[in-house]
């Protein structure tokens, strides 16, 4: 009998039983009394929804998209998605200048990286900031990633030849964040695997993953980058290689978001796409080993990204640093930083996003760490410019501690 | 990934065995689908009517304190409830009579506490009952989204406030013997009920709100991280699917997020509650269980299962999984030899271990002594 399978609603909304419990987990709830909190903007108002679009509720943009209230509900209800869903339905406002330059992370990555030294040194102004802030209501407290001088990409243009050379190979979609900001992690990558005799390849071609244009609303982009996307995905999944990634959300976007927000069928390639971290457990677990540094020694207390937890993987980057001679771990409590992306350089969110973080910023100074190590580059940002402790992928830390001849 | 005991549910039952483990040296996974019933915690453990010295231990070193006093409890309703073993917010009373003149106190905007059905039932009995909304300036930020007006957002506020609300009360007070509050307090400040006590110059008495349960929180996150600080692995938002067996032994679980990537131990667990917490589905043939395709004790006519009369004694609620007496499950009347099934999803089909927090305690503490127990060969 497979009655309830014909009963399914959508994103499971009817599973909600009102227990309330998504309220009791929501960040956004605790701060800022103008958020309708999870189940009122989640189930209850797609009932009202259904019936007429007039009960949407322009408050849903203070929604981060974090899911805890996903990962908190007993009864599978896909509350954030709900939610993201019925912005991206009911609100058909063209998104604001600000919010598509804020989600263009590619169009500015291949802007500002030819002259990142001076797009670095001008976004760090205050002036330039008061500027963004008056014109674009980008916050003039956020303070912006800096860009590299040269991307990821093309670095990995002048190693392929060594790449290849390794019988092993994986591709690796490192995101716009390792391409335009912080190719130091995708070189990271590049050594850890290699010294587990793998070797590292690009995808054809790839594209931003789309998540900050998905809470943006911009669909018709978000879609052309899926579309795109997968395709990549294919081509690589068709060579039988597995795709390894360093950024929790750009991996919860790739597998989960696309088919639930965007529709996109990822079928094909969805379990194919793996977290670096889960990749390198799951060879050590098979017996492969690394040569640690014998003097090596961290301090390290690692916070788990939103959509980490969501994803359900922490416990692989959890167990790889426990695993390194000379880490002193500490697993911080399962708190949310509150950037979510764009949402805290946004000026109405600055001070919520500041007030939810203090949850995790106040554990980070108790323990006081060496390093806060973490599997997201916008918590990254989050951490360094609230707390002043420096944040590191657990690749980079796992790189760092690992001899470099093998 | 590998270890001694997988547990799948991870609410009072799974969160018992699992520090108890731990506790033992044994590594363990606990696998948890959501929160769980603790929501919902009355703050009583039913039907347990020792105070078993493993149980208040476990409890104390969670840093939960409670205290054993055999007689009843104040329901939101007015009326009484035999308890026994609760946590200390809550005030047990040798008979079902709490004073003469009581002064009910909520907050004004808060819709999860009834005063006046409360005072209603008390009145019945022949007490004086008063009922004052606090107006609190630091609740109206919350009141802007009345329909999140809940316990717990409350329970965040008064954390910071609760002097106020004290000085509120001493000045609201005339010649009442007793204070009754919404259970609000002590959701991470765990100390904030007795300072509340030890601030009123009258007899406090907590009473439940509807969910969520506040100290239902507070016990399920200190639960939790005392859990993890043994060094326990709680997979939150994750749900077991499958599982891999042979010759009646668990092998591995798979789960919705950990895909290919197998959960494997020497011995498992399923606590995954009754009907609200999805360890029991039903459709309109059969009640099942849906990891591991359990027997289920039910009766054959779906007829039988429930009683037209709605308020009346459910039959369904009692059906469970079948065990075996060391509470191995049983599959086609055979038991697993390493699976044991504890907590809501044995229903009433273990009478000797009784319902609700009793069962799920004493069921936890009998399948680890079963794992613990060295070999006979």
């Known amino acids: 009998m497979k009655l309830q399978e014909y009963t399914l609603s959508t994103h499971n909304f009817e599973e909600c039983m009102k227990c309330t419990v998504c309220t009791a987990y929501c960040p956004v709830l605790q701060v800022n009394p ?41 009864s599978g209800v896909k509350v954030a998605d709900l939610i993201q869903s019925a912005r991206i339905k009911y609100d058909t406002s063209p998104p604001k200048w600000r919010d598509r330059l804020l989600a263009s992370t590619d169009f500015m990555g291949s802007l500002a990286r030819p002259v990142a030294p001076i797009a670095n040194a001008v976004t760090g102004l205050g002036v330039t900031r008061s500027m963004m802030d008056a014109m674009f209501k980008i916050d003039h407290r956020r303070i912006f990633p800096k860009y590299s001088p040269y991307s990821f990409e093309f670095w990995m243009g002048r190693h392929e030849k060594e790449q290849a050379a390794f019988s092993e190979q994986v591709a690796y979609f490192h995101g716009c964040y390792v391409n335009y900001n912080y190719p130091r992690l995708g070189k990271d990558l590049v050594k850890v695997l290699n010294a587990l005799g793998v070797g590292v390849q690009l995808l054809e071609k790839e594209k931003c993953c789309g998540i900050a244009m998905i809470t943006n609303r911009m669909m018709k982009e978000a879609t052309r980058n899926a579309n795109h996307n997968v395709g990549a995905l294919a081509k690589a999944v068709d060579k039988g290689l597995m795709v390894i990634t360093t950024s929790s959300t750009c991996t919860l976007t790739l597998r989960d978001e696309y088919p639930s927000l965007l529709g996109v069928d990822n079928s094909g390639v969805r379990d194919f796409v ?40 922490g416990i692989f980057s959890e167990k790889l640093l426990r695993m390194i001679p000379g880490v002193e771990f500490t697993m911080l409590d399962s708190a949310c930083c509150g950037i979510a992306g764009t949402y805290g350089f946004k000026r109405e969110n600055y001070e919520a996003s500041q007030a939810i973080g203090e949850n995790l910023f106040t554990q980070i100074r108790a323990v006081d760490p060496e390093v806060v190590a973490c599997d997201c580059e916008t918590c990254k940002w989050q951490i360094e410019m609230s707390t002043g402790y420096t944040v590191m992928n657990p690749i980079s830390i796992l790189a760092e501690a690992i001899e470099d001849k093998q | ?39 919902f915690f009355s703050g009583s453990f039913e039907s347990l009517e020792e105070a078993p010295q493993r149980i208040t231990d476990l409890f104390t070193e969670a840093g939960i304190g409670l205290h054993y006093n055999p007689g009843v409890r104040l329901m939101p309703m007015g009326t009484f409830r035999k308890a026994v073993l609760s946590l200390e917010d809550i005030s047990l009373f040798p008979e079902p009579k709490i004073g003469n003149k009581a002064l009910i106190v909520s907050f004004t905007g808060y819709h999860d506490f009834f005063c006046s059905f409360l005072a209603e039932g008390l009145e019945k009995q022949g007490m004086q009952c008063r009922v004052k909304l606090l107006n609190l300036p630091e ?53 904030v009920p007795s300072r509340i006590r030890q601030g009123v110059p009258a007899q406090v008495v907590f009473t ?9 929180v507070r016990t399920q996150m200190l639960l939790k991280r005392r859990y993890e600080l043994l060094g326990g692995t709680y997979l939150m938002g994750d749900e077991a699917t499958g599982a891999h067996v042979h010759n009646k032994v668990v092998h591995s679980v798979v789960t919705q997020n950990l895909g290919n990537h197998f959960l ?77 099934a504890i907590g ?27 794992i613990l127990k060295p070999d006979e060969e």
Not at chain 1, 286 to 311: I, N, Q, W
Request: glycine share 10%; proline share 6%.
């Open chain 1, 274 to 313: 793996m977290m670096a971290t889960r990749y390198i457990y799951e060879r050590l677990e098979k017996g492969a080993t690394l040569r640690f540094k014998s003097d090596y020694h961290k301090k390290v207390a690692y916070h788990t990204p939103c959509h980490m937890e969501k994803l359900g993987w």
């Open chain 1, 34 to 74: 103008l958020y309708p909190g999870p189940k009122q903007a989640g189930p209850d108002g797609e009932r009202l929804r259904l019936k007429d679009p007039f009960f949407f509720n322009y408050a849903l943009k203070y929604c981060l998209n974090c899911k805890r209230c996903e990962v908190a509900c007993p």
């Open chain 2, 139 to 191: 609740l109206e930020q919350l009141e802007k989204s009345p329909s999140e007006m809940r316990s717990v957002q409350i329970a965040r506020t008064m954390d910071r406030i609760w002097e106020t609300v004290v000085r509120e009360i001493r000045i609201l007070l005339r010649d009442e013997d007793t204070v009754i509050l919404p259970q609000v307090f002590g959701l991470k400040d765990t100390s």
């Open chain 2, 208 to 216: 439940g709100t509807l969910p969520p349960s506040v100290p239902g």
């Open chain 2, 344 to 370: 809501s999803i044995l229903g009433e089909t273990r009478p000797d271990l009784g319902t609700g927090g009793g069962l799920a305690l004493r069921s936890a503490l009998a399948a680890v002594d079963e």
């Open chain 2, 264 to 340: 494997e131990a020497d011995n498992f667990i399923l606590a995954t509650g009754g009907f609200f917490s999805k360890g029991l589905k039903s459709n309109p043939f059969e009640i099942s269980e849906p990891v591991f395709d359990l027997d289920v004790e039910q009766a054959e006519d779906r007829s039988d299962w429930y009683n037209p009369e709605f308020m009346r004694e459910q039959p369904y609620m009692k059906y469970g999984v079948a065990t075996d007496p060391a509470l191995h499950a049983l599959s086609g009347g055979e038991p697993y030899k390493n699976l044991f």
């Open chain 2, 1 to 39: 990934m590998r270890f001694n005991t997988v547990i799948i549910g991870g609410g009072l039952a799974g969160l018992t065995a699992g520090i108890t483990l731990q506790k033992a040296g044994r590594s363990t996974a606990i696998i948890s689908t959501g929160q769980n019933a603790l929501y």
